[in-house]
């Protein structure tokens, strides 16, 4: 019994001894805070292989400058008073107390070890940060701290991230057989940093083995990270269409459908920016807690604003200008320019910010090359809404009833009791609400200015006559086609001349295709 007593005590004065061992000292809290730079480095790696709540402590103090140094020993400071990084306990400090000074390798080696730290704490949330900070390291220094938390990681996905950087780390071994595991692991990386390390390796590499596994290991990361590329470049222009689509949805109907060539369908956007810009205003203003939610306010508003700018322009320029389409072009035009001025002395010249939600920041991370930012794939799914409203409205209801019978027949329509001046105005206010919710999109992924529709009118024409005048599924086609040939060609061409090659491609295709992509059949093409 007094064996087993005296053994356990043995031990708990050696567990006692190595804890003291590991903790800060005095002399390692001096050695990383003075000095030369390299020094400085070596005892900051020396101090996180075995770190405690000190340690932790004193390197995110130096970090944030608060650090002096006096008489040979390190103080910490904080609110005007000294501390001693060892003890914690108050001291004096010096009027010839000089701070630390640390250069920007100095204060990137302080981010690095906070980062490595931090893959110890209880926190998942804390360890897929520091994970994320460490996944470019290279310094086989930082590599007992990343097996240990190797070994104590629990999560299987920080687990085969944390195998990833031990790989990167062991590749510069100089045992071969540790460089051969690591480039067979590194194989199946999609990692773009990890290209860079196989390449600087394969430079330097003399084993023959080594040299055929990092080759193949580099071939395969290439080939992952090309698929990464065209994936997002697809999304690129998925996205690009979607946007499309959403402006040319009103040209659908106020040109496609009404015949009216609107040159201010641009500025109709842009009204539905400045909607948006407003209502993020208000609710900054008046309702801070409920920031995030400004955006669903926003839609409603940009629609009506927008509705009602061409409610207006209808009824006072362009119901007399119909079956006259170069006297509506020229007027349109002319609007155009008064809507701009308009927005210019009511909100400056200036471009202004239109802020993300919270609930739009950030993206889902499908490859290591490949994120989906949340407020593209948000836009997307709201092109597809607003398609499908519009759809239902024009096929399913009395309203798009009324627009189709006037589009295809006026006489009649009016002899079988239809207000055709009422559904002309309503018919224009719908495709200019339509280009208020394209704004309204649009204030989420650029800027706003009194030149944002400029960038998108051509481009909607181009969209609709591909299409086929008045016909939604071939404004979906044409968009969502433009967009994708688009972005893929600016990864061969360059943005000018992939835009050339585009409008190149639609006056081929409308010689050969006059009708567009789908054509009116039947009663309705007379």
Known sequence: MLSSIFSRLIACLLLCAAVQAHALTAEAARAMASGDTDERIAALQQAIATPDDATLAFIRAMG???????????????????????????????????????????????????????????????????????????????????????????????????????????????????????AQYLATSGNPGTRTVLLEQLRNEQDPQVKAAIQAALTAVEGRLQWGEKLAALFTGVSLGSILLLVALGLAITYGLMGVINMAHGELMMIGAYATYVMQGVFQRYFPGAFDWYLVAAVPVAFMASALMGAVLERSVIRFLYGRPLETLLATWGISLMLQQLVRTVFGAQNVGVENPAWMSGGVQLMENLQLPWNRVIIVAFALAVLAGVAFLISKTRLGLFVRGVTQNRPIASCMGVNTARVDTYAFALGSGIAGLAGCALSQVGNVGPDLGQSYIVDSFMVVVLGGVGQLAGTVYAALGLGVLNKFLEGWTGAVLAKIAVLVFIIIFIQKRPQGIFAVKGRTAD
């Open 64 to 182: 944030e400058d608060a650090v002096k140094i006096a008489g040979g020993k390190a103080i910490v400071m904080k609110d005007d008073k000294g501390y001693d990084p060892v003890s914690g306990a108050e001291v004096p400090v010096p009027d010839d107390a000089e701070d630390i000074v640390n250069n920007n390798r100095m204060r990137g080696e302080f981010d690095a070890a906070l980062a490595s730290l931090q893959l110890l704490s209880p926190d998942v949330a804390q360890r897929r940060t520091a994970i994320d900070a460490l996944r470019e390291e290279t310094d086989e220094a930082r590599l007992p701290l990343i097996e240990k938390a190797l070994a104590a990681e629990k999560d299987v996905a920080l687990q085969a991230r944390l195998e990833a950087i031990r790989a990167r780390i062991l590749l510069a071994s100089s045992d071969a057989s540790q460089r051969l595991k690591a």
